[in-house]
Structures are given as structure tokens and as C-alpha cells.
């Protein structure tokens, strides 16, 4: 074994994380290259032979989509998770996961490391080294861009490229995108480069992932969306009849549909963890049309008070804490454990229509719906007692008269201040 | 004046408010019908006139389409208000304006009273008479629908009719449609009929105000927004080159682009206020734009944490209190009286894309950004100490290995009890 | 059976509910007298004997102390539940068990109907009748003090007094006092009479369980308390060496020294959940003990973000929720299922000196703390990077100097400003 | 002038900062020695001569008292402010007034630095550098105590005494304290030493501000506090019947009370901003009775759910701002925007009785009350509709039948199940 230990490092491939692979060598340590298959398109053995060629002792590939989707996806789903009303969370799921895989793999090669290609400004570093230490406190984390040594040696892709070619590194012909980009089962992120500029329209060509709304079909699909205790246990979709059941295939079906039809293409300046504004596009397909459907659902079956406290306590908490990289945290661990008491009676279907980026809203039925048409029907007197309506209103008022009343005391409230506070009238 | 005393009457030149204007009359009152101009489409002289031969004292006409959008809409943008993610509270937005507009005639006209055609079972109901007694702590109100000796004799579409006929009230020829609406300058609401079952699709001759996307143009409209303190006080449209800067212009101007453009549709099944659930349909044009417009320009000039208290504090309160009826209380005062200084910085311009349906973010620059391209950058090392990061991450994860430490003692956490977790893996 | 149906009556032993059971039989019912001992002073044999004296078929006595305690008292100390700021919910917590005594034994009973003595401006009335209906949505409840023919026959002491000579109901001899009482295991309550001037000091002789601080001992009491998962299971009395574990036991035990020592006492305005203000005075004796002790472990053990969570979901909701009557609603049953992984690592002793009026913490320890004196030691450099502290400012500081950076640039920041507007320097 | 430059440093007198003192010139810079006065007991003359003596180029002084109580203190007592259930944020309050004036002062004497003698590991490095870069971005901070060149030097007391001597930096012949202390006007913590151990007793000679409630008199003082806008504004001692309204006064009178009554200590564990745990003692004398007092009166006169927000926006986000160093932050400066508003009915008295520890309301009035004894009283019919409050019962359980309903329908719910589930009955 090489004098500083073991590292197990998350390669992706590139550049930047090959270069990585050679200078931890050069530093003296023996390397394992892991790679998480979390649903990217990829080239996994060629990503083996570069990393086996860059001088990695092994190379560890974890397929890890099922649990991707089963256990960070399905869970947002469900709290109908969002960051700054815009942002699905595709990269902040999927980091608890492969930090996980990691720490497991760690432990079976026994590395005494872990380390990683993240910047030293972004979100990624800060995700995966908390995931690594809240699941081994004692692990050794490796952030080669936060290392002067490094940083400073390799600043500018020349350097990169000088020191890959003195490695004998393969580096991929193609041209370098003006932006990065993240995929996984859930998105596809691009920022960087051009991005940089937030008022700089994403180029069409860009969007990898999901056709334009402009080039999406002229005719709409129609689909079903099955909820079980709020997760998407069946999709059928009417064109064809085709039903799927299994949780992968049904997240998979999805993402075609949506990305067939235009869906789930936003654009944002967010505030990132460290204290910075940074501009990111994504492409969220199934997270996009689950999203709407599961909120509708939930519109017909889970009681008004019950989703005033999900609101604001599970959804916000577990999207602050996914995007704050606090999966294994203590207050995560806690909200994780509240969210299926909220879903007991999310169960049913909701009828969606998708049209060029468009997810409508068609019908939804369930057999535990706390909706009653009778009850609501304007025209039937049965089923509410009118009255009691009445009573509401006067209990309800009643603080609110010794407001007015206190205010007019005060020569403050009343119609004619209200109108002078409208300003101008 | 009549034995009784002088009802001020919220009417709206339909059947019910003609048939409770009469009955007012022979239970004793006079009557002054009122009618506030909100910007709904309306023949107001046919009003008048209908009014007039109901038998009414007066027929009191308000224009107030001004102050509905500077007052009650335009905070609502401010704080990106919205109820149980879907509904944008075009109808909860107009009742207080109404409210006072009646309260304010009210008092003018000498009236003791003010009476209204809400049915018993509806959040209307509530959202006026709150308003009423906010306002006028002892005005005294008349909800015939709440009224036994009312709701029973005229149980049904006959009864009304009849008793139009023998009191000489002309009855529309119109077929009457099968849901009911209420039309705004923020929205048309569609509800009970046929969209009483939730799982019924909306018929496409039901949506009154926006083009479907299907039938929109196939050329995208491009636009720039311009928000002062976080409110629109320039909007441009790029194929005309058409500039609007007055505030119901600015409105007006976008309720016509998003008709157009097939923008603002809703569908939802949502928690009234009274503990029943209800379905309705809701077309907010304008508003739609507005809130994707006001939210990204946000992400560029707004405090990280001022906008999660502004978020969790100002718009789940205001957006409730509004649809509770509750805009003349002291806890809605105390949230209005907060939202100007979370806009303060809220200055730029937004550039926007409508297309069939999708409001796309193009772009967004302020002279106030709080973003900076250099220190985001992750080609750049100036502008943010990596190092600090480290920094960051090695404090945040002090009381995550705190925690692991303690589960690990407990023989609870770690890599293999969470993969347990994890289920079946 | 009588004509109308058999009654379940919430019965006191009091002159109020003794005319109730009277007027009920009167009204055309059979009526089954039902009393709960949930730990108050009470002759309970003698209120047999008068109600079978008023008419009552039968008397059910059920002895509900250690689910009042087990499954109502201990959630509350978990969640450290107050309602605004001072009252410990003693009332509140006993009516859901309460009410759930009544509805099983109407069922065992065959009592179509329950009834309740409880005003109608109160709170208690909206307690029992929510739970009522939670617990069994068809059951049908009579509320006399809600109806006219009863409560305007009724209005005045004078009339309850002769109608119970007509029925030949005994009455106490003794004079009744000038204010209200209810008692349980957690607390007894004072309110109305002389209490409703809210600036009437309370007389001495209106505490009637817990020893004013003037005359309690001279000598402090000292105890230790161990909890588990959250739950007091041990108390310890230092100066007797005396230990109990039992649940009901300790309970006891602390309400014994608690009542010795002064401790517990508070004196509100409150706010109803009518819309009313009301004065209450309470003792609250083990409640209180419990409280501070169990707030000074979880300093030691709970993590930080998960108390934050905790205070402001759980906290708050459960003690809203339990005020409101609202123990069986689908969003208390979601706050319940989640207290308990709030409480896991909340093990260990909390050492307490008593002393009129104060409840001193004298030290506290766990094996699962979560406090490292090595790392949080001023004279330790071990333990702790201070390096990363700064890193940790550093970040923390980027949009703090991003905003001043702002305010300066607008002339509104920095020294200067800040200093004009802390006003008449 | 020095090569380095010049440096404002907070100066305590003391071993440390005198060290830091003599330590700067060694290191280049010139050094202006800077002191507030919070209300402190302090000999600032000795402090000025040892400053000066250990090489300072210049003494500051400001008294900062009465910016301390009015712009600090003040805000914090009208939101309830307090941190863990238990701080009440003594040292916290002060910090961003000893910055301000560090600022101010370092601009005055062109000082390009700031430095100051806080630990690595604590809070209040946190507090003072985020304020000084919130007041002004790019000041430069010099923090020794995280700079290894110093805390490698000065390791242990020995070093810092060994230093001392060769400087001649006069050392004071007491023996140092087990423990650390920090004073102003609003407590006296003590932290580290002994207290480490969070089940050691804090020893009484510790106590330094506050008699013991043992040793305090056994004769109670009675006062009444008034409050004007939610802020103290007189002060009435019913034993001299002197009065005090400048609110310095105000604050010093209650301070002295308490102190004689044993008023205000405190004994916890607390989480510290950086993820340590720490122990604390401390001592608020008038902090303690003006929190006690302001809640009760707002029991008097705020409106039920303007608390609600105020309590969980406000007192909060308040104080979590204050502990963590925000003060001069967006979203401070907004939370602070908005307290004025939420206290405009909060004027009336409040009678005390202070008595070995305890802080007893004997009474509140005000003269904007809503409280209504009539509306309130069980005694009285009038001013409340008791049929209303049958509506109000009958529209809040309509979706907890609909839940019950359910449940049942899922063989989940009723009473059978709400039994079994208490576990053990």
C-alpha cells in the first residue's frame, strides 16, 4: 500500500476528476475510482479503462437508481418538494445517495478517503461531505479544488490539459460546452459559462434533455397517475393502453412523456448554500409532472389543517435540508420519519393531459376523498347546516369588532382611514 | 323610509339578487342596490335599469377597478400570494374592496343595514361579512340564503323564476350555463354543476377568459417587466414595441397577452373555509405572469433569508387571511404593514416568453443585484475564499458527527443501519 | 325506554349538572350520569347517590388517572407545551379522555345521545363536542347551556335553586364561592367572579392546592428526576431517600412536592378560542416541575436544528390543537406520530432544588449527551478547529457585505445611517 | 505611523487583551485601545492608564448605555425575545452596540482594523465580526485568538503571564475566578472553568449580580409597570412610592429590585452558534421581571392570532438573529421593521409582586383593552350569541367527521382503535 493510504475518489470521467486521479498518485496515494449509476447517460467501461488507465487500483461501479428514486425521489414527491418556488432538487437528491455508496465502498476497499471533484465555491462539496461524516465521523475527505497545492497549480484548463497529456490522460476531442452540466434519473442541470450572465437567454441547443414547448407535439398525450400512501404506483397512458407498475418503470415513463412533450425546463437565480447567488437552468421531466399531479391529489383527500402543518413544516424543512446537503442530520432523520403519517390517505388517480410544457390537470378520483359533492353542491340544501355558517361568522368576528372598535377609540380604523391608507383615492 | 329601515344591497342584475331585492322590499326595508365596478365584463345601465324596476330607492354604481389592483392585487404579487399552491385568489383579492365600497355607500345613503346573495355554504359569505364587521363593528347584515324563512320558500330554479314573474322582474333568456362564475379584473372563476365531480373535465366552451393552449398562436410574444419596490410599473411587448407604465394599464396590458397566450388555466379541488372541500376552475391571466415574473426577478435582488422569512411569514399569512376573509383584521394589518420593506430592493426587469400556455424567464437584471458573476464563477478563484468553505463544512458537520457518534454508540446509525433503512435493498 | 332516547351526561355532582339530569327527564330522555375520575378531589359516592336521587338510571364511575396521565399529561411534557407562554393546558389535556370515557361508555350503555354542563361561551364546550364528533361522527349532543328553552328558564342561581327544591335535589350547604373551579392531576383552575376585573389581585384563599411561596418551607427540597425517551421514569427525593418509577407515581409524587414548595401558580389573560378574552388563574404543580427539568436535558441532548424543528412544529401545533379541542383531528394525530423520534436520545437526570416558588436546576447529565467539555472548553485548543471558524464567518459573512455593499450604494447603509436611525442619539 | 497600520481593539483590561495589545505593536501596527460602556462595573480610568501603559496610541471610551437599553434591549423585551426557552440574551444584545462604536471610533482614528480577544470556539467572535462587515464591508479584522502565530505563542496562562512581564503589563494579584464572567446592563454570564461540567452545582459565591432567593428579604416588594407601545415607561415602587419614566432609569430600577429579590438567574446547556454545546450561567435581573410583565399585559390587549404571528415570526426570528450575530442583516433589519407595528395597543399597567425569586402578576388594566368582562363572564347572557358558538361547533367538525368517517371506513379509527393505540389500557 502506498505510504498515505487509500482513496476511494468519485470520478466522473472528465477531466478534472482523471487529472484528480493521477495527482492523488502522484501524492502518494493508492486510488479506487466509484462511479454511481444514478441514471445519467453514460459510458461506464469506457469511464473503467480511462480510470484503470489514469492509474486507479480499481474502479467500483454502484447501480444505484432504484434506491435514487425509491429513497430521496419518492420522498420529495410526496412533501412535493421545492427550493425558491422554482427548483425540484434533482442534484441535491441525488449527492445522500452516492455519498452513501461511497462510504460503503470506502469501507469494503478499505480507504481511508474519500475525495471529490466539486468546486470549491458550490453546493456539491458542502452535500457530500456532510452526508460523508454524518455517516462516518471518522472519515478522511479529500476537496482537491480547496487545496492550495492543487487549485493553484491547476487554475485554467490549459494546466488541465498539459498535465493530462503528461500522464499520457485520453481527453475527449469534442469541444468544451460554455456551461457544466449534472444529470441524473431526476434532471439535468447547466450553469456555468454563458450562464453566468443571468439576463443571457439559455442557447436552444443548451437543453439536453427535453424538447422545446415549441417542438413538442401538436397533439396532446392523455395519461393516469395512480397514488399509493402518495407515491406513483401505476402509470397508464391512453394513447397506447400501456400500464407500468414497478417504481423505476413508472419514473422512466414519465421522463419520456415529459420530455416527448416539453415539460419540466426552468430557469433560475438561486442563493446558494455558501452565501452566494449563482444563475442555474434545469430540465426536470417526471419531477415536473409528479409534482402537479401528487398536489392535486392531495388537493381531494388530505385534510385542510393536516396540509397547513405539511406545508410548512415537512415540505420546507426537507427542501431546505436536501438543498443544505443535511440528509443524515439529526432534524432530517426526523422529518424523514414524519412524512408517511401525512400520506396515509393519499391514494388515488389523477387524469392528466400533456401539451407542449403543459401539465393539465383533467380529473382526479379517490376512493378515501374527504370531498362530498353534496355536501359543497350550491344547489342542494342537505349535507350543511346553513346556519351554523352563521354561527361561524359571529364567534369569527367577534375579535375582530373589538379591533374596529378599539381603532375607532383610537380615531385610526374605521372606512375613512382605511380609504385615506389607500393612498390617493 | 319603510318601517324597517334601509338595506344597502350587493347586486348583481341576476336572478338571485333580483329576487332578494324584491323580497327585502315586501319584508319591510328600502333598498339601494349596489354594484362595484371591479373590472369584470358587464352591462352596468341594463343593471341600473333592472334594479330600478325591482323596486330599489337607488342603484349606486363604483368604479374601484383602481384600487382592487394597487391595494389588494398588486400585494398580493409583492408577496407571490397563493393558496395551497394552485389558486391565486382572484376572488378572495376583490371582497375586500367590494366590502368597503358597500361599507362606504352605506353611509352614505343613510343605510342601516347591508345584505348580500351569498349562498350559506361558500367562503363569500364569510370574506364579506368579515369585512363588514372589520370595518363597521355595528353594521347590521342580511343573508337571505342563510335566512330560513328565505332559503326555504325558494328552494330551487322554479321558485326564483315564479316569483321573478309576479313581481315583474325580467328574466334573462339565456339558457343558464351549468356551473356558476365570478368574473375580475384578476380572474373568471368557474364552480358547482357539472364540475361538482371532481374527476368531470372541464368542458372547452366552460373557460370564459383565456385561449387554450391548443387553440393559442403558434408565434411566442417576448416581453420585459419592469418591477419598482417589487410591484410592475413597466411592461414592453416586443413585436409592437408598445410601452405601458400606469398601473391598470400595466395590468390590463398583461390580462390580454396571457388570454392570447393561453396562460393562467387552473383546476383544483381545494379546502374552503367552512371545513368542506370544493372544486373550482380558475382563469388569472395577468396575475400568472405577474407571480413567474415577480418570483425570478426576486432570486436576483432578495436576501436569502429575508426571503425564507418573507416566504413562511408574509405570503402563507397574507395568502390565507385573504382567502379567510380575514384583509380587515389586526393580523393582516401587521403582515401589510411588513411588505414594503421586503421589497425594497426589489428593482429590475424581467424578459419573458408566452407561449401556448408557458410563461419562459428569458432573462432578469436589476442595478441592485446581490448576484455577482465573478465570485459565483467557478472558472474564477478571486471574489470567494475556497478555503472558508472548507471552513464552513468542517463547523456544520460538528454536530453531524456528533450525532453519528451517538447513533453508532447506540448501535442505530451509521452506513449499515441507513442502508437498512432503505428497504429491501 | 323513554320516548326520546337515552342521554350519557357529563355529571359533576353540582347544583348546574343536577338540574340537568333533572331537566333531561323532564325533556322526555333516560339519562345515564357518567363522572371520570381523572385525579381530582372528589367524594365520588356521594355524587352516586345524588344522581340516582335526580333520576339517573345509572352512574358510571371510570377511573381514567393513568391514560390521562400516560397518554395525555407525557405527550404534553415531550413537547415542553405551553399556550401563550404561560398556561400548561391542565383542563385541555383532560377533556379528550374525558370525552373518549363518555363515547365508550354511550356505547356500552346503549345512550344515543351525550350532554354536557359546560356554558356557552367557554372553551370546554367546543372540546368535548369536537372530540364527540372525532371519536363517533354520528353521535348527538345536547348542550343546554346552548339552548334557549333551557337557558333562558334557568338564567340565575335563584332558578336552578327552586327548580332543584321542586325536585327535592339536595344542595350544598355551603356557600358558593366567587369564582369557578376544575380540577384534575394536572392542575386546578379559577376563573369568573371576582377574577373577571383583570386587575384583581387573586384572594390568598383561592389557591386551594399549592402553598403560597411566603409559606412554603424554609428549607429547599432536592430532587432528581431521570426521564427516558422524554418520559419521567424515576423521581428521586434527596432528603428522604425515597424513589418512585411508576408513571402515576411520579406524577403524584412531583405534584406532592410541587404543592409543598409554592411551586406552579400563574395568573393569565387569555384568548379563548371563541374570540373572547378570559382571566384564568392555575395551579399547575408536577406540570411545572416537569417542564423545566425536561427542557434543561433536551439543552444537553438534543440536537440543535432538531429542537428548532421541534419547537416550532411540534410545540406549538400540539398545544394550539390540545386548546383548541382538537386532540382528535387528522393534524394531531400527525403531530402525535411524530413526538417520539423527537425524544429518542432524551435520556438522562436532571438534579432540582424546590424552593418557594422556584424550581432551581442544580445539574444535569446523560450518557447520550451530546456535550463535549473538551470541545467546548475555552482553555482546550483540542476538539475544535478555530481555523474553520473562520471559514465559517467568512461564508457567513459574503451577502452580508453583499447587502451593505447595496445599502451603501443607495446612501441608506452603513455606520452612519444605522446610527440616525437608532433616533435622538 | 506603524507599516502595518492601525488597529482599534476592543480592550478589556484584562491579561488577554493587554497580551493582544503589546502583541499588534510587536507585530507593526499602531493600536487605539477601544472600551464601551454597556453598564458594566468597571474601573475605566485603571483600564485607560494600563492601555496606555501597554503601548495603546489612544484610549476610547463610549458610553453606549443608553443606545444599549433603548435600540437593543428594548426591542427585545416588546418581542418576548429569548433563546433555548431560557436565555434571555444578555451578552447577544450587546454585541451589535459594541460594534457600532468600534466602527464608529476606528473610522474617526482611521483605524483600517478591528480586533478583538474572543475565543476560537465561541459565540461572540461570530457576533462582533459579522456586525463589523455588515456595518462596513471591507473593514479588515484581526481575531489572535484564531490566528495560530498567537494562540500556538500563548498557550496556557503562564504564556500570557511570562509575556506580561517582559512587557510590563501590570497583572492584577487576584486569583483568577473558576469560571469566565460578562457584564452589562442586561446580565452577568458565566460560562467555562468549573461550570464545564454541566452536572457540577454552580457554586453560590459565584452569583455575583443577583442575591440568592435564600438570602433574599422575606418581605415582598410590590410595583406596577407602565407600558407605552410595548416599552416600559415608568416604573411605580409601592414601598417609597418613587417614580422613575427616563427609560435608563427605568431599566436601572427594575435592575436594582431584582437584584434584591432574587429575580432572573438562570442555569443552562445551550446550543452555541458554531455546533458545540456549552453551559452558561446567567444572571437578568430587570430583564426577567419586564419579560414577565410585558406578556401579561399583551394577554390584555393583543389580538389572539396577531400574537400568533408575533410569536412565531417575530420573538423567533428575533431572537435566533440576535444569538447568532444578524443584527445587521436584511433580515434582521426587516424583522425589526416590523415589531413597531405589532405593539401599538400594547399601553397599560401591570402590578408586580417580587418576592424570593418569583415575579407574581397581581394585576394588568389598560385602557385599551379586549378584554370585556360582560362578554367573558359565565354569569352574564349578554355580549355573546351562545347559539353562535353551536354554528362555530358545528362548521369545525365537519372535516373531523369526514376524517372519522374515514377512518372507520379503513377499520382505522373510532374509539375501539384510539384505545388500542393508548397502549397497555
Not at 270 to 295: D, Q, V, W
Amino acid at each position: 500500500m502506498s505510504a498515505k493510504g487509500k482513496v476511494l475518489l468519485a470520478y466522473s470521467g472528465g477531466l478534472d476528476t482523471s487529472t484528480i486521479l493521477a495527482w492523488l498518485i502522484d501524492e502518494g496515494y493508492d486510488v479506487v475510482a466509484f462511479m454511481a449509476n444514478v441514471g445519467q447517460i453514460e459510458d461506464f467501461e469506457a469511464a473503467r479503462t480511462k480510470a484503470i488507465k489514469c492509474g486507479a487500483k480499481d474502479f467500483i461501479l454502484e447501480d444505484m437508481r432504484r434506491e435514487f428514486i425509491e429513497e430521496l425521489i419518492y420522498p420529495a414527491v410526496q412533501v412535493n418538494a421545492i427550493y425558491e418556488d422554482v427548483y425540484l432538487l434533482g442534484t441535491s437528491l441525488a449527492r445522500p445517495v452516492i455519498a452513501r455508496g461511497m462510504i460503503e465502498s470506502a469501507a469494503k476497499t478499505g480507504c481511508q478517503y474519500v475525495a471529490h471533484g466539486c468546486t470549491g465555491k458550490g453546493n456539491d462539496q458542502v452535500r457530500f461531505e456532510l452526508a460523508f461524516y454524518g455517516l462516518k465521523p471518522d472519515i478522511k475527505v479529500i476537496a482537491p479544488w480547496r487545496d492550495a497545492s492543487f487549485y493553484n497549480r491547476f487554475a485554467g484548463r490549459s494546466a488541465l490539459l498539459e498535465y493530462a497529456a503528461s500522464k499520457g490522460i485520453p481527453v475527449a476531442q469534442t469541444k468544451a460546452k460554455p456551461w457544466s452540466t449534472d444529470e441524473n434519473a431526476m434532471h439535468c442541470s447547466y450553469e456555468a459559462g454563458v450562464l453566468e450572465d443571468p439576463d443571457h437567454t439559455p442557447p436552444e441547443d443548451m437543453w439536453g434533455l427535453i424538447k422545446s414547448p415549441e417542438k413538442a407535439p401538436d397533439t396532446p398525450e392523455q395519461i393516469t397517475i395512480t397514488f399509493t400512501k402518495g407515491l406513483p404506483t401505476k402509470v397508464k397512458i391512453q394513447s397506447s393502453g400501456k400500464e407500468v407498475t414497478d417504481s423505476v418503470e413508472v419514473f422512466d415513463t414519465l421522463n419520456l412523456l415529459a420530455r416527448e412533450h416539453g415539460i419540466g425546463r426552468v430557469d433560475i437565480v438561486e442563493n446558494r448554500l455558501l452565501g452566494l447567488k449563482s444563475r442555474g437552468c434545469y430540465e426536470t421531466p417526471a419531477g415536473t409532472i409528479l409534482r402537479t399531479a401528487h398536489i392535486s391529489l392531495e388537493g381531494l383527500v388530505m385534510d385542510k389543517e393536516l396540509r397547513k402543518l405539511r406545508d410548512s413544516f415537512l415540505s420546507r424543512s426537507f427542501s431546505q435540508q436536501l438543498y443544505d446537503g443535511l440528509y443524515y442530520s439529526p432534524e432530517c432523520e426526523f422529518v424523514r420519519s414524519a412524512i408517511p403519517a401525512s400520506q396515509k390517505n393519499v391514494n388515488g388517480d389523477v387524469r392528466l393531459k400533456l401539451y407542449k410544457g403543459n401539465t393539465i390537470v383533467e380529473g382526479r378520483s379517490s376512493s378515501e376523498t374527504l370531498y362530498s359533492a353534496d355536501a359543497a353542491s350550491m344547489d342542494v340544501v342537505e349535507g350543511f347546516d346553513v346556519e351554523a355558517a352563521g354561527g361561524f361568522i359571529a364567534t369569527s368576528s367577534i375579535r375582530l369588532k373589538a379591533h374596529g372598535l378599539n381603532q375607532t377609540r383610537k380615531g385610526l380604523g374605521g372606512v375613512d382611514k382605511q380609504s385615506a391608507h389607500a393612498g390617493g383615492k
